[in-house]
């Protein structure tokens, strides 16, 4: 079995990627995940002058661990005017500076929602284009459209039947690849 962590990037209280992915975690049967609140990791917005003066915050380092012991990642993004949050750059932004390939040797299933027909499409390609930069290899990605639309929060299900075939078939692709 692999371990694998799960967070969305969004710092909202009420996020719908973080309702993603709890549910996508409550589907993995064959490996252990555990979920994690990036807002359980408060850092000031990156600056140079910081980093040289105070260095790297310990609940940075805190967070790299979390990354280090998974064999994989799940990982769902919001989107803010066509790219990921600022929240989350920031963290990108300090991960990097801490360890330029922190992502290494990491299997990640990249995942975005929003309330629009596009479902954060637009971060989750950023993303793709970027996490392989820090070392990451990208296995299965999956845009879910209209959250509201598609998904009961009430009984944490997807309701749209050919976007919950197309979720299952992803994290079937992952689980086997992460073996």
């Known amino acids: 079995m692999k371990n694998i962590l799960a967070f969305a990037g969004s710092n909202s209280s009420t996020s719908i990627n973080h309702k993603l992915v709890e549910f996508v975690a409550s589907e993995i049967k064959e490996h252990p995940v555990k979920i994690i609140k990036l807002t359980d990791y408060p850092l000031s917005i990156y600056s140079e002058d910081e980093e040289k003066s105070q260095g790297f915050p310990e609940i940075l380092k805190n967070l790299k661990e979390e990354i280090s012991e ?3 990642l799940i990982i769902s993004l919001n989107e803010h ?3 990921w949050s600022a929240f989350f750059k920031n963290i990108m932004d300090w991960m990097s500076r801490l360890d330029r390939n922190f992502l290494e040797g990491k299997k990640i299933l990249l995942m975005s ?5 596009r479902g954060g499409l637009s971060s989750l390609e950023f993303a793709k284009s970027v996490f392989p930069r820090f070392g990451a290899e990208i296995i299965e990605s999956f845009s879910f459209p209209s959250f509201y639309e598609n ?7 997807v309701t749209e039947e050919t976007l919950l075939l197309g979720l299952n078939e992803v994290l079937s692709t992952f689980a086997h690849q992460i073996k």
């Open 70 to 72: 998974a064999d994989a």
């Open 81 to 83: 005017n066509g790219s």
């Open 113 to 117: 929602t929003s309330p629009g027909k």
């Open 151 to 157: 998904f009961s929060v009430e009984s944490n299900t």
